[in-house]
């Protein structure tokens, strides 16, 4: 999919730098995870982090359940090659997490959350959002892993009011 996407040569340049960086974070990155439709993974994450306001004090903090949810899917896809499109994967991470695994399940038999998720889908869309991770700040748009120099010359010129 990568392959067909950038082409062979800058796929081999990426995996190789994202495994660079990813080693320096203690990232051990495997490429052979199967990819599919995401939209449940999404809903787990948007479910995880409705439950978080619950407690209001951990909203957004690091380390807080939607946090810990995402960071579990990511170590399952990128490290651990597993398919985060199935449920036995997303109930693990969510469960792992600090979620009650009768509720994730109880969220898998119904649609709840789908409107949000697939709201926020038509809203990448809109921007023309093509690749992640997408930063939108201010008028900047920064789209892929990019070097902290661009983000420091970003922030730079909206503090600047440019």
Known sequence: MYNQKFGSERVSQMFTRLSAVGKAEGINFSFGGNTGKTRDSHRVIWFAG??????????????????RVVENLFRAYFEEEKN????????DAAVKAGLERSSVDALLDTDEG?????GEAGNAARKLVS???????????????????????IFGKVRDGQ
């Open 50 to 67: 409705e439950q978080e306001k619950s407690f209001p004090s951990s909203v957004g903090e690091v380390g807080g359940i939607q946090t």
């Open 84 to 91: 985060i499109t199935h449920r036995d994967v997303l109930v």
């Open 114 to 118: 789908g409107e949000e998720v697939d």
């Open 131 to 153: 690749g992640v991770p997408f930063f939108e700040i201010g008028r900047y748009v920064v789209e892929g892993a990019d070097e902290p120099e661009t983000f420091l010359e």
